[in-house]
């Protein structure tokens, strides 16, 4: 090994962000179930709490996907970015048609509450973490491999 040589690992990996910002997003959900459970009772409470964990695991599980594609093939990660948009609408749409037929009034309104809440929790707070993460430009070890 040449003494100019890189002894850096690149070690980098999104799962700090990407739980960053789901944790961000159950905390949201938390607070609104609580404000929930203090103004309309148990049962909004519930619709909020299974609608809220519901979109944070939707929109992290969109964040991985495409974590996962932007590493493999960073050319195919704008159409699957937007595949994955698409898809998470069709979900959460199918989520909230069933939830409405069984829940009162005032819970849908609650239910709508925390999906705006935690949606923007998780993107926020995913935003303001990639923003600061310390992400190489390029990688050195695999071009001193490649000699």
Not at 68 to 76: D, K, L, N, Q, R
């Amino acid at each position: 090994m040449m003494t100019t040589e890189s002894t850096q690992v690149s070690t980098y990996s999104g799962a700090g962000v990407l739980l960053g910002a789901a944790g961000c997003g159950l905390l949201a959900t938390l607070l609104t179930t609580a404000a929930a459970l203090a103004v309309a009772g148990p049962e909004a409470a519930l619709t909020t709490l299974a609608a809220g964990g519901v979109a944070v695991v939707v929109i992290a599980a969109g964040a991985v996907t495409l974590d996962v594609v932007a590493a493999v093939m960073p050319a195919m990660s704008l159409l699957v970015a937007l595949l994955t948009y698409v898809l998470q609408l069709i979900a959460l749409t199918i989520f909230f048609a069933t939830l409405s037929g069984h829940i009162a009034a005032d819970a849908r309104g609650w239910a709508a509450v925390v999906v705006v809440v935690a949606t923007l929790a998780t993107t926020l707070s995913h935003l303001k973490l990639a923003g600061r993460a310390r992400i190489p430009v390029y990688d050195l070890t695999t071009r001193a491999g490649a000699r």
